[in-house]
């Protein structure tokens, strides 16, 4: 369950090390990837818009089923695209601690591989972030 992120920097360093000290071509790449990376924001609008939900209710304090589940689906896509950490996660949703995210996230990963219905739901949660994320890019441009 790593974060791709981390380890996809330091293979960016170790390359910078190779370029020219003139060289940009990294850092444009890295600003680019940046700029590219959805936000929790527009992660909890297609939640919100795909389980019709309010954005109230996905953070802490619903426990209908529904929400519990949009919610552990917004922790492992929030940990999954979004370089923010466990306790970040945490905190911006209202957990009191990062374990929580850190059991949602084990559970969707779980349910992922045991349930086709869950599978789809990431498949089609992933391109709708995919579209928010390049409509601010044209937005930009």
């Given amino acids: 369950m790593d974060n791709p992120v981390p380890a ?5 360093e170790q390359q910078r090390l190779l370029l020219p000290e003139d060289s940009e071509a990294l850092d444009r790449m ?3 990837l940046q700029q590219t990376r959805p ?3 527009e992660i909890m ?3 919100c818009e795909f389980y019709d939900l ?6 802490v304090g619903t426990r209908a089923s529904e929400v519990v589940f949009a919610r552990q689906m917004l922790c492992y896509l929030a940990y999954k695209y ?3 950490s466990l306790p970040v996660i945490a905190n911006r949703l209202g957990y009191r ?23 789809d739901d990431i498949d089609v949660l992933r391109l709708r972030i995919a579209e928010k994320v ?7 441009a």
């Fill in 134 to 140: 390049l409509q601010r890019a044209k937005g930009r």
């Fill in 82 to 84: 979004t370089r923010h």
């Fill in 45 to 47: 609008d297609c939640i």
């Fill in 8 to 12: 996809l920097e330091r293979a960016f």
């Fill in 54 to 59: 309010l954005g109230g209710e996905v953070r």
């Fill in 97 to 119: 601690d990062h374990s929580t995210v850190h059991h949602a996230i084990r559970k969707i990963e779980k349910q992922a591989v045991t349930t086709p219905l869950v599978r």
């Fill in 30 to 32: 890295l600003e680019h």
């Fill in 39 to 41: 936000t929790m924001m």
